[in-house]
T-cell receptor, first 112, second 115 residues
């Protein structure tokens, strides 16, 4: 079956540091890949997505590249801000069903 | 900006009691979902709902669970007889065209605590 494994948290970084949150996946088909973010007190919001191999999703300075050869979709940002503090979820959607398969989430805290 | 709204934000209930978690999806959306996250574990799919019927459900979604769209705006998840292991954050989501074609929009979640 499908599964998503992402980096254990929590992660604490200083402002302007480089961020990587690792995500790898297992899928029976050819999935679309997503990063969702949950800010305190809010719902899950789509941050970025990629639908095929070598696609790069990007939004708000975050990027992730769909790597089929390593089954990975790592989230990166060159310079984090305090406002990036949130929980980040990696997820996949496989063709033929309606569900998203999520990882456990990684809590990111950015300190000034 | 339209959003998915869930109530209550936190509910505490005694084991064996029935609970109803409520969601108001975005008004022109056609597909509705419930997910849950037990503390420290993955967000898990429970059920999808389209055209007034369940389109897909997981093995978690047993006879203790049911979903309903009682009117044009609400989408509810009912747990008939809660167990301690039902304690989790429950997320409602909706999408206009289904997950194949477009993203799902999530609510802020209802934290259910069964004591």
């Amino acid at each position: 079956g499908n599964s998503v494994t992402q980096m254990e948290g929590p992660v604490t970084l200083s402002e302007e540091a480089f961020l990587t949150i690792n995500c790898t996946y297992t899928a029976t088909g050819y999935p679309s890949l997503f990063w969702y973010v949950q800010y305190p007190g809010e719902g899950l919001q789509l941050l970025l997505k990629a639908t095929k191999a070598d696609d790069k999703g990007s939004n708000k300075g975050f990027e992730a590249t769909y790597r089929k050869e390593t089954t990975s979709f790592h989230l990166e940002k060159g310079s984090v801000q305090v406002s990036d503090s949130a929980v980040y979820f990696c997820a996949l959607h496989d063709f033929g069903n309606e569900k998203l398969t999520f990882g456990t989430g990684t809590r990111l805290t950015i300190i000034p | 900006e339209p959003e998915v709204t869930q109530t209550p934000s936190h509910q505490v209930t005694q084991m064996g009691q029935e609970v109803i978690l409520r969601c108001v999806p975005i008004s022109n959306h056609l597909y509705f979902y419930w997910y849950r996250q037990i503390l420290g574990q993955k967000v898990e799919f429970l059920v999808s709902f389209y055209n007034n019927e369940i389109s897909e459900k997981s093995e978690i979604f047993d006879d203790q669970f049911s979903v309903e769209r009682p009117d044009g705006s609400n989408f509810t998840l009912k747990i008939r007889s809660t167990k301690l292991e039902d304690s989790a954050m429950y997320f409602c989501a909706s999408s206009p065209l289904g997950q194949l074609n477009t993203e799902a929009f999530f609510g802020q979640g209802t934290r259910l605590t069964v004591v």
